[in-house]
């Protein structure tokens, strides 16, 4: 069983596009996140939510508008891509809250903007 | 903001050395967590450290919280093929990890 889950794991669009990313975690966990990883593997939190709310929102261009429907899953839509947007994305998610607990990191979306 | 830096950047070593990977944040920290993501794949937890001082070993890895909780270390005895990936520390203040920015291993069999 896979604890997190992410779909697609490949995406390769053209800039302008809009795109979403889905998050899934089957592990009960409270808390969702998402990061991004660049070229030079540097690891950066975007977004994270607790039981559906948003409580972290680092600076990230507006474009990017994370969506919690229930506690299990988060999703990242994107619009208007650009290609500095091109970047490795990770799910993860952890029981508590971001700055305590052990974090379960999805296999990641490989972005590519053309 | 916080920062959490790490150094090497990179390590090449031969199966059988040791290697050692330093983290350094600019705020002192509640706690710090490593992991490890292989090439192609994901971050995984490994372990995480809380105390002043504390040392944990896990097998041939042993990992170091210093005493004024501004740094840590990730120590690998005997390195083997399968210790290739990238190691990031991440520390916590208030709101979230803060990662470190990762030293990548590689080693050559």
């Known amino acids: 069983d896979t604890a997190v889950s992410q779909t697609p794991k490949y995406l390769v669009t053209q800039m302008g596009n809009d795109k979403s990313i889905k998050c899934e975690q089957n592990?009960?966990?409270?808390?969702m996140y998402w990061y991004k990883q660049d070229s030079k593997k540097f690891l950066k939190i975007m977004f994270s939510y607790n039981n559906k709310e948003l409580i972290i929102n680092e600076t990230v261009p507006n474009r990017f508008s994370p969506k919690s429907p229930d506690k299990a899953h988060l999703n990242l839509h994107i619009n208007s891509l650009e290609l500095g947007d091109s970047a490795v994305y990770f799910c993860a998610s952890s029981q508590g809250g971001p700055s305590t607990d052990t974090q379960y990191f999805g296999p990641g979306t490989r972005l590519t903007v053309l | 903001g916080q920062q959490v830096m790490q150094i090497p950047q990179y390590q090449h070593v031969q199966e059988g050395e040791d290697f050692t990977t330093y983290c350094n944040s600019s705020t002192t920290l509640s706690n710090i967590q490593w992991y490890k993501q292989r090439p192609g794949g994901h971050p995984v937890f490994l372990i995480q450290l809380v105390k002043s001082g504390e040392v944990k070993k896990q097998k041939r890895l042993t990992f170091q919280f210093g005493e004024a909780k501004k740094n840590s270390s990730l120590h690998i005895t005997a390195t083997q093929t399968t210790d290739v990936g990238t190691y990031f520390c991440?520390?916590?203040?208030?709101?979230?990890?803060?990662f470190g920015s990762g030293t990548r291993l590689q080693v050559q069999p």
């Open positions: 592990l009960g966990h409270d808390t």
């Open positions: 991440a520390g916590t203040g208030r709101r979230a990890l803060t």
